[in-house]
């Protein structure tokens, strides 16, 4: 089983029962997206308290799956449990970076760097690089994955393009392995 299904079973398990089943059958039969959509539902519905971390863990499966933006606003909705986790979903504070500065300008050049993710133990932030359509619009897809110091002035280090969870687990590891 690979960390995400690993993940995907273990966020099931807030669930009820037969709910947990859908969302795991979802992962089987390759319908993430449905049960994306299952799992939001089912812990705004049963009113599950989660963590932040778990909300920003779910952030990340969504933004895998294409459904970040569909299901960020249900996402922030879901009750908190009042734990102290490190990790806060900063999704639609509103605030972005114009242009990327720092050691990886070269492949962040004219990508608006926008606010996903933070620790709150360390302050460093997991952003998502987006291209500014014609139109003006940020593109759909991240095309990098970026973690930054808290003053968001420079790249600590650049993840490629489909690499959410990889980008996810590096901040995780970062923080816990500070001292």
Not at 16 to 42: F, M, R, T
């Amino acid at each position: 089983m690979t960390d995400d299904a690993a993940i995907w079973n273990w966020l099931a398990t807030l669930l009820p029962e037969a709910e947990a089943q859908q969302v795991k059958d979802c992962w089987d039969i390759g319908e993430q997206e449905a049960g994306l959509g299952l799992l939001v539902s089912g812990i705004l519905g049963h009113r599950v308290p989660i963590s932040e971390t778990v909300r920003a863990q779910i952030s990340v499966i969504a933004e895998t799956w294409g459904e970040r933006e569909t299901l960020t606003p249900r996402i922030l909705q879901c009750r908190d449990d009042g734990t102290s986790g490190h990790l806060k979903l900063i999704e639609g504070d509103g605030s972005i970076i114009p242009e990327a500065i720092g050691g990886a300008e070269h492949d962040l050049a004219s990508l608006v760097l926008v606010p996903w993710i933070a620790c709150t133990r360390c302050g460093q932030v997991l952003m998502r690089a987006h291209a500014r359509e014609s139109w003006g619009d940020l593109s759909y897809l991240a095309r990098h994955y970026v973690i930054t110091p808290p003053n968001r002035a420079t790249v600590l280090r650049l993840f490629p393009a489909a690499s959410a969870s990889a980008a996810f687990a590096a901040r995780q590891r970062t923080c816990s392995e500070a001292p």
